[in-house]
């Protein structure tokens, strides 16, 4: 896993903009400790930071391919694992390939000069990579289908800046950070964020499964792969095998690694068995026991209380897994003081603002983890293809014509000062982003009733909050140089389970059916049994005191760049009325975003327009 940057610019000749081009790179240490590098032409500059996986003495970036010095270059910088790169080498020998390394960097590279940007539609993996085609005076940038990998660009007349982060495009003088008011709804929850669609004005990611090519034309982007919706023939008993089968060559292949690995196990269905899978495997060739992590919160025996998304603590069951299966477990215990001494480190980490004390367990427990490991696995987006969260499961919420996520949880955007709530309009923002989303959902023919107005939520949800979950993930893990693979990812299981429908998804009577029935025989029966817990946060009253603390601070603070923005008699009756929701633990989980926006546009200096 690594770190890429890159300007290309019509206009200019960057090989004197090194300097710059070197502060973008640096900005990628983190994800990229091991080594770093930077290639100039006249119109482009590609800079590399690397976290050493496969190949430790070769795959270094840029790569470029010099095979003719008569011909113009071509310059890759690549970040992800690319899990087919073994099969896709023999490919691409036959066809005549030479190669010099044994890394998946140089594959990609090959499979460019065999099929052009179409290489994507070949790669199995997670990735977010940029080519330079000197030839042609074009740039591409692809990123991966399912959007694990991140990839930021910016475009102004002539030229292009893009990055990993968007700190790398912040190094830049050529970006200045603005959130415009219509940015607002998306800033104060990045879950409405429709794809591509960052709060900063200008910034943009690539989507996920798309292409951006850019030249002296301007740029273009494109997708090369996208759902489609199927008629499923495969009766409970296929289909159930179908997803063992799919479920255990994917494991397989992402155990490959050259260094130490590791995996998050929280004691639930998802990362159970995952790591069962990977158990099994590591067993076969006679390797050591799988090391794995559950993060816990030093008074939650205390202090828990359960909500509907969590209403159990992980630690035990995780205890419970374990021990069925044999790992080497850890549990990371962290105190309060513990995680407000990590907000500034998780903070830079994001860019963007943070989840607060989601992110800062989540980057303590990934610290924790790299000390005895530099690859992970994880179970992200077992819930979105599976249907594992409670609101996929509660008709009231399924029913309504919004998002069922957030359902009638309140909205912080309701709590705008009343002129600019007036003409920001909230509802109305997130209504227009559920009616986009809804009418790009692939449709399958016939299909009516439970079963396409679930196809319908579950697009919601693989195109909204999953992408929020990865982009944490990434953005912690990385922030420590650990590299976080996510099995339930695979494209290929993604597109089967996708059209399975929903009658099939609970044929059992119970969430995720035909994952539950796949892992029947890997994990404990209580992990069977475990309603989905969401990823855990402290319960302490301390923490919860401090956050509105701070929120009371902020909102009376006449330098802040909130200052006005909120009306505190909206913030107080949202306070007042708040309980724990399906998506809010309490009032202080609902107006955290208040403080993190105003440290980080403080930060960056970010200007509201």
């Not at 940057?5 to 004197?16: E, H, K, N, P």
């Not at 006249?42 to 996986?53: D, E, M, W």
Request: with cysteine.
């Amino acid at each position: 896993m690594c770190g890429i940057v890159g300007w290309v610019d019509f206009t200019m000749d960057l090989r004197s903009e090194r300097q710059t081009l070197e502060a973008m790179t640096e900005t990628m240490r983190a994800r990229g400790p091991d080594d770093g590098g930077l290639w100039c032409g006249p119109h482009a500059g590609l800079g590399h930071r690397r976290l050493s996986i496969i190949d430790l003495a070769g795959g270094r970036q840029p790569f470029i391919d010099e095979d003719d010095a008569r011909r113009a270059p071509v310059v890759l910088v690549y970040s992800g694992e690319v899990y087919n790169f073994r099969e896709l080498r023999e490919t691409l020998v036959l066809r005549g390939h030479r190669f010099t390394t044994r890394s998946d960097t140089e594959v990609v590279l090959r499979a460019y000069q065999e099929w052009g940007p179409a290489c994507a539609e070949h790669l199995n993996g997670m990735f977010a990579f940029a080519i330079w085609d000197a030839a042609r005076e074009a740039l591409v940038l692809i990123r991966d289908r399912i959007g694990v990998k991140p990839l930021y660009y910016h475009t102004y007349p002539g030229g292009l800046l893009f990055a990993s982060e968007p700190k790398g495009i912040l190094a830049n003088p050529r970006f200045t950070p603005v959130v415009t008011e219509e940015s607002l709804p998306v800033l104060l929850n990045a879950r409405l964020a429709m794809p591509g669609e960052t709060p900063l004005d200008g910034l943009r990611e690539v989507r996920p499964g798309h292409i951006v090519r850019f030249d002296r034309h301007g740029a273009c982007e494109y997708p090369y792969w996208r759902l489609v919706s199927r008629e499923h023939r495969d009766d409970l008993d296929r289909s159930v095998g179908t997803v063992r089968e799919l479920l255990e060559d994917i494991v397989e292949r992402q155990l490959i690694a050259d260094v130490p690995l590791s995996a998050m196990l929280s004691g639930g269905l998802d990362s159970t068995t995952m790591a069962a899978l990977a158990v099994r495997s590591r067993e076969r060739r006679a390797e050591e026991p799988l090391q794995t992590f559950c993060v816990d919160f030093v008074g939650d025996e205390e202090h828990f209380r359960p909500t509907r998304l969590r209403p159990e603590r992980d630690a035990p069951y995780a205890q419970l897994a374990a021990k069925h299966l044999g790992t080497d477990h850890h549990e990371i215990r962290l105190n309060t003081a513990e995680v407000i001494a990590a907000l500034p480190t998780a903070r830079r980490a994001r860019d963007l603002p943070s989840l607060g004390q989601f992110d800062t367990s989540m980057h303590l427990l990934f610290a924790a983890m790299r000390e005895r490991s530099t690859v992970a696995l994880s179970a992200e987006a077992a819930d979105e293809i599976f249907g594992g969260y409670p609101w996929y499961h509660d008709p009231a919420m399924v029913d309504r014509d919004r998002f069922p996520w957030i359902g009638d949880a309140p909205r912080l955007a309701d709590c705008l000062a009343p002129d600019l709530h007036a003409r920001v309009r909230p509802a109305d923002a997130e209504a227009d982003r559920y009616q986009t989303l809804r009418a790009r959902v692939p449709r399958l023919p016939g299909e009516t009733g439970l079963d396409a107005r679930m196809r319908e939520v579950l697009y919601f949800s693989l195109l909204g909050p999953l992408q929020y979950l990865l982009d944490r993930k990434d953005r912690m893990s990385m922030a420590v140089g650990l590299e976080v693979r996510v099995p339930f990812c695979d494209h290929r299981l993604v597109e089967y389970v996708w059209n399975v429908p929903w009658s099939m998804k609970t044929a059992d009577g119970h969430w995720k059916s035909l994952l539950r029935l796949a892992a029947a025989d890997l994990v404990p029966a209580e992990t069977l049994q475990r309603p989905k817990s969401g990823y855990p946060g402290t319960h302490d009253p301390s923490y919860e005191a401090r956050v509105m603390a701070t929120v009371r601070r902020v909102l009376a603070d006449p330098d802040s760049p909130l200052h006005g923005v909120f009306d505190a008699g909206r913030i107080d009756a949202t306070v007042n009325a708040a309980g724990s929701t399906m998506t809010w633990l309490n009032a202080s989980h609902l107006l955290l975003p208040i403080v993190e926006i105003d440290s980080w546009m403080r930060t960056y200096g970010v200007v509201l327009k």
